[in-house]
């Protein structure tokens, strides 16, 4: 019943947005990041009124409906590309012009391999969305890079600035209070930091680049990662939604997406931010949703029966108890990071994967090595520093575990 | 008008309840529903008052659905049909907020396995309660130390919770559920976590403690000597469904089905039934075979073990009376005998009758 209402509530509001999607196209407005919002707001309830729909009708009914529509635009698939290829046969007729025998059976040689006419047009309906999709919305990308950017140059510009011994004690300072107090930590990274500058001059201000794309790139999965990660853990449906984005997002190979990287915007630091954001980010999601489905469900249990709404719920006992867990997952997302700048700098990125894709270029294997201790120096001295904040927090929680 | 009254309570769990649901009403029991739908039947046609002020106790073994049945006093599950009234007031029909105020004020739980929060200290658990109610930490901190204090924890409240034994945590978890003051305790299983003598040690603590305060417990428990020594009245619920509810005396004296027979079989009869409830009544009992110099007389309210060995040893006849002095009625051997034999007490008194 009371979805039924629901239900009427968002039929109106929809029709209402899907009147004023019709009236903004017919105006003419200039293709900006108002009409993408335009579009984002009559997408939000669309995506609501489906699921809604999805509710309601029985469940048989749904699957046999979806097979239907699969099998349609299998169909449907299959005549678009015969028709669009260009190495179809003349007639139709002549595809049984040419058989074959396999195991002795007598087949149309279309059957044996692959037709060259059975290929949907994928390649060029991306081609020509892309295209559409730079003239219109180019602009939106140029502003986010151009912030990008602007951060990065101010945040890089202070730490080169500042001289050397001053940011290896800044580093110092910063892992002894991380890491409660450890001395043998501390020691410890503050001489890899030593050596990222000791291995050879040029270097450190290469890593301090990389550094700060990486931290960049790590703000940015946090900002966004986390609040997804509690948006899983508290929906199904979301989990159900969001997971097949983050498997394409953690399997697509990196240079699929450094390329449109560099369209959008431009070579450099960016587009390498940016990757570390697709690369990085999954980990952190998958990590702060277990982290928080992990929390015992009699704590839980024990916050509701006292009352508590679901932002104490959320603030007081479900993101405490599964901060250990996102700790690991943005020492995973740093970790992550580092390799994605290093491969970045075949798109141009600076920093330490340069000096290393340079070694490469010239065959001096020295410099190549060299700049991959450098690298890995730097993974130690980022690692511990998150690491040791994760365990700090873990001793702070589970006292009594960490000590065996 | 009872604290807390539960209507017809149905609670089952699946994919689709209210489709089984009329089968359930029909009758079908557990097994039946969940081979032929896959439901689980959770609670089935459970009907309950708790009277102000008594520890109820609901006992029935694991999957008997007493931990679901306290877990709708506070709507931490909602049943599939059925009305929940606590204080007069349907809890069914609380929205969102009413609910979380209600859960703030009016009752508290205590869980088997503590549930305490890791991340806080003793001192912070305990005032969790009061933080969610949006008192200061000056109050919240005031009102704990007293509550520390009553359980006996001092010098402990700046400790995590994994650094004190299960029985310490226990009492915190009890602590925390009497630091917002509620009328109504629920405590699921609370003790079952602890060993033996804790146990009973916590046990003692807890009548102690509601000797002082009163409240409205309901106790969870599959553990019947546990329901006999802190129950008022007594739930016991099979697959879901109560069997029998009652005072312990009725319990053990009139077990309703050979569920409850099994369960009162092992118990100690002479610490559980009371000189009341075993007594021949004064104006039925021939006054005239007994002999003065063997009378014993005992308050109509202690429990057999007391008295038992007076018996054994003189012979003598027990004088049960009341607050005031007047005799009720006699126990003799022979009363003993038939109210400590194990093939029940009714059958055995038909027989000599």
Known sequence: MNKITNFNIKVV????????????????????????????????????????IANIIPKHTLLFFSKVFGAIVLITLIIISYLSSKRKPDNFSDLFDKWDSFLGIPLPKFLINWPKWLDTPFMHW????????????????????????????????????TPWPIVIIGVIAITY???????????????????IGFLNPRFWDKAIETTTMVVIGIAICIIIGIPIGIAMARSEKVRNAILPILDTMQVIPAFCYLIPGIILFGLGAIPAIIS??????PPLIRLTDLGIRLVDEEVIEAARSFGASKKQMLLGVQLPLALPNIMQGINQCTMMALAMVVIASMIGTRGLGDEVLLGLQQLNVGAALEAGLAIVLLAIVLDRMTQAYGDKIQERTQPGKKKQ | ?????????????????????????????????????????????????????????????????????????????DPTDGDIIVDGTNIMELD??????????????????FGLFPHKTVIENIGYGLEIQGKTLEERNKTAMTQIEAVGLQGFED????????????????????????????????????????????????IELQSKLKKTIVFITHDLDESLRLGDHIG???????????????????????????????????????????????????????????????????YIEEFLPKVLENNSTIVVVDGKGDTKGYITSKELAISLSKTGYNETTNTTQ
């Not at chain 1, 209070?177 to 050596?195: A, E, I, L, P, Q």
């Not at chain 2, 009413?98 to 396995?113: A, G, N, P, T, Y």
């Open chain 1, 177 to 195: 209070f991380t890491s409660g107090r450890k001395v043998g930590t501390t020691v410890f990274v503050g001489f890899c930091t030593f050596f």
């Open chain 1, 126 to 161: 991306i081609n020509k969305g892309w295209k559409s999709f730079i003239a219109d919305y180019g602009l939106i990308f140029d502003a986010i890079g151009y912030g990008l950017l602007r951060g990065y140059t101010e945040l890089k510009g202070i730490i080169v600035q």
């Open chain 1, 13 to 52: 509001s929809i029709l209402i947005f899907i009147g004023l999607i019709v009236a903004t196209h017919n105006l003419i407005i200039p293709k900006n990041i108002f009409y993408l919002f335009l579009k984002l707001i009559f997408l939000i309830p669309s995506v609501a009124l489906i699921v809604n």
């Open chain 2, 96 to 113: 969102e907020h009413q609910l979380i105020d209600f859960r703030k004020h009016e009752l508290s739980m205590v869980f088997q396995r």
């Open chain 1, 276 to 281: 570390i954001f697709i690369y990085a980010c």
């Open chain 2, 1 to 77: 008008m009872s604290k807390i009254e539960i209507k017809n309570v149905y609670k089952i769990f699946g994919n689709n309840p209210s489709e089984v649901l009329p089968m359930v009403k029909e009758g079908a029991n557990k097994e039946e529903v969940l081979e032929k739908t896959g439901h689980t039947v959770g609670l089935d046609n459970v009907s309950l008052s708790i009277e102000e002020g008594e520890t109820f106790v609901c006992m029935g073994l694991s999957g008997s659905g007493k931990s679901t049945l306290i877990r709708h006093l506070n709507r931490l599950i």
């Open chain 2, 236 to 302: 016991i619920l099979n697959g879901g469904r109560l069997v029998q509810a009652g005072t312990p005396e009725q319990i053990i004296m009139n077990p309703a089905d050979d569920y409850v027979k099994a369960f009162v079989k092992d118990v100690n009869r002479a610490k559980v039934l009371k000189a009341k409830t075993v007594m021949v009544q004064a104006d039925k009992f021939d006054t005239s075979s007994i002999k003065l110099a063997e009378t014993y007389k005992v308050n109509e309210g202690v």
């Open chain 2, 159 to 206: 400790q995590y919770p994994s650094q004190l034994s299960g029985g310490m945590q226990q009492r915190v978890g009890l602590a925390r559920a009497l630091a917002t003051n509620p009328e109504i305790l629920l405590m699921d299983e609370a003790f079952s976590a602890l060993d033996p003598l804790i146990r009973s040690d916590m046990q003692q603590q807890l």
